[in-house]
């Protein structure tokens, strides 16, 4: 009985352990291979794979003992002649699903699938665990089983159970991460503008290269203590305003936001600061300290920025007309001003903006500079 109490314990410490590895591997993204190898060796599986896979591709992120011969065959080839497939797919995040009664069907053993793919590497059976599930894509863990091991013991069973949902959630969040990290690399590559991301309190969570080098010129910017201020007390005001309101939660996208001159010196014409608020839900922000409040674009009417005005234009369908008063908008100039500088009506001015808002989805001038940054940014989802 003792010893019984002991060898239960210590499989409480490796699962715990085990546990903790697979969250190691969210900060540490290389650490996944040494969790799929663990869970394989623990459930005393040949093999494991991490893919992910959609109606015309699959993606194996990571493998533990695959023959790189047939990893790179399955993913050329024969993951679209796998009668698996279907079943993978409608494996749910955190079920853990075996395939045993198709694998050892005549059917699945007379295809060429089970012949040229499955028997060169002996193996029995397979089992999965769903981790994520898209519109078109879904990710899982996959572990092979050899022909003497085909059954899986109720203790591997319930390890897999117990380590269901916290690859789930751990794979979610790295999916979450991944994400993050994609944006962040857009703003980074973000051409012609400077972009700072901020917190409520006009703290900078990001700064793309224009932007730091906005402020090391002292040109209407300026850190304090870590936080954005406008060389101006009273814009700098208007900007912790524009941010603290960017953090209420339950705000409609455009709702907010407002536009601003920044005084450069002597050196040229005002820069325009357009103020984006990212205000979110109440529970997404319940904890989100640092959770970004507000993005701030930095546009250099000198400068100019025809080419990401073009791309615009070119994919909400904008005649040449329109083009024209969308670039005054951006360039920080009313509609009176646009028809003034375009040498239009004041009247042919606002037709145009009504034709913008209707082919752009908006409805007034903050809400289209609010579609037109986040839409010419590289990379950015949704973009």
Same mark, same amino acid.
């Given at each position: 009985?003792?010893?019984?109490?002991?060898?239960?314990? %210590?499989?409480?410490?490796?699962?715990?352990?085990?546990?903790?590895?697979?969250?190691?591997?969210?900060?540490?993204?290389?650490?996944?291979?040494?969790?799929?190898?663990?869970?394989?060796?623990?459930?005393?599986?040949?093999?494991?794979?991490?893919?992910?896979?959609?109606?015309?591709?699959?993606?194996?992120?990571?493998?533990?003992?695959?023959?790189?011969?047939?990893?790179?065959?399955?993913?050329?080839?024969?993951?679209?002649?796998?009668?698996?497939? @279907?079943?993978?797919?409608?494996?749910?995040?955190?079920?853990?699903?075996?395939?045993?009664?198709?694998? &050892?069907?005549?059917?699945?053993? *007379?295809?060429?699938?089970?012949?040229?793919?499955? %028997?060169?590497?002996?193996?029995?059976?397979?089992?999965?665990? $769903?981790?994520?599930?898209?519109? %078109?894509?879904?990710?899982?863990?996959?572990?092979?089983?050899?022909?003497?091991?085909?059954?899986?013991?109720?203790?591997?069973? &319930?390890?897999?159970?117990?380590?269901?949902?916290?690859?789930?959630?751990?794979?979610?969040?790295?999916?979450?991460?991944?994400?993050?990290?994609?944006?962040?690399?857009?703003?980074?590559?973000?051409? $012609?503008?400077?972009?700072?991301?901020?917190?409520?309190? %006009?703290?900078?969570?990001?700064?793309?290269? *224009?932007?730091?080098?906005?402020?090391?010129?002292?040109?209407?910017?300026?850190?304090?203590?870590?936080?954005?201020?406008?060389?101006?007390?009273?814009?700098? &005001?208007?900007?912790?305003?524009?941010?603290?309101?960017?953090?209420?939660?339950?705000?409609?996208?455009?709702?907010?936001?407002?536009?601003?001159?920044?005084?450069?010196?002597?050196?040229?014409?005002?820069?325009?600061?357009?103020?984006?608020?990212?205000?979110?839900?109440?529970?997404?922000?319940?904890?989100?300290?640092?959770?970004?409040?507000?993005?701030?674009?930095?546009?250099?009417?000198?400068?100019?920025?025809?080419?990401?005005?073009?791309?615009? @234009?070119?994919?909400?369908?904008?005649?040449?007309?329109?083009?024209?008063?969308? $670039?005054?908008?951006?360039?920080?100039?009313?509609?009176? @001003?646009?028809?003034? *500088?375009? *040498?239009?009506?004041?009247?042919?001015?606002?037709?145009?903006?009504?034709?913008?808002?209707?082919?752009?989805?908006?409805?007034? &001038?903050?809400?289209?500079?609010?579609?037109?940054?986040?839409?010419?940014?590289?990379?950015?989802?949704? @973009?």
């Amino acid at each position: 009985m003792y010893d019984a109490v002991l060898a239960g314990g %210590c499989a409480i410490a490796d699962d715990a352990d085990l546990i903790a590895a697979i969250y190691d591997a969210i900060i540490d993204p290389s650490r996944w291979d040494e969790v799929v190898k663990r869970i394989a060796e623990a459930t005393k599986s040949m093999s494991g794979v991490l893919l992910v896979q959609d109606t015309d591709a699959v993606q194996l992120s990571t493998t533990h003992n695959v023959d790189p011969y047939y990893a790179k065959g399955y993913v050329e080839f024969w993951h679209q002649h796998n009668p698996l497939r @279907a079943l993978v797919a409608s494996t749910a995040p955190g079920e853990v699903q075996t395939y045993t009664r198709t694998t &050892q069907s005549d059917a699945f053993r *007379k295809s060429a699938f089970f012949n040229e793919f499955v %028997c060169p590497q002996v193996w029995g059976d397979s089992l999965g665990i $769903g981790l994520l599930h898209g519109p %078109c894509s879904s990710g899982h863990l996959i572990l092979h089983r050899s022909p003497e091991a085909v059954w899986v013991e109720p203790q591997e069973w &319930q390890l897999l159970k117990t380590l269901a949902p916290h690859l789930q959630r751990a794979a979610a969040i790295h999916s979450l991460l991944a994400r993050a990290r994609a944006t962040a690399n857009a703003l980074a590559m973000a051409t $012609g503008f400077a972009v700072f991301l901020l917190s409520a309190t %006009c703290r900078v969570l990001f700064a793309n290269a *224009k932007a730091e080098e906005l402020v090391r010129a002292q040109k209407g910017f300026r850190y304090e203590r870590g936080r954005l201020a406008a060389v101006n007390p009273a814009l700098s &005001q208007r900007l912790q305003a524009l941010a603290r309101a960017g953090s209420k939660p339950k705000l409609g996208e455009g709702e907010l936001g407002g536009t601003f001159e920044i005084d450069r010196g002597k050196n040229g014409p005002p820069l325009l600061a357009h103020v984006i608020p990212l205000a979110a839900s109440r529970a997404a922000a319940a904890f989100d300290i640092d959770r970004p409040a507000a993005a701030v674009f930095v546009v250099d009417p000198a400068a100019g920025f025809r080419a990401q005005i073009g791309r615009f @234009a070119a994919r909400f369908g904008l005649t040449p007309a329109e083009t024209r008063v969308l $670039g005054e908008i951006i360039g920080g100039n009313g509609l009176l @001003a646009a028809a003034t *500088k375009l *040498k239009i009506t004041n009247k042919t001015a606002r037709c145009h903006a009504s034709r913008i808002f209707a082919k752009t989805g908006t409805t007034r &001038q903050t809400e289209l500079i609010r579609r037109f940054f986040e839409s010419t940014l590289p990379g950015v989802p949704g @973009a």
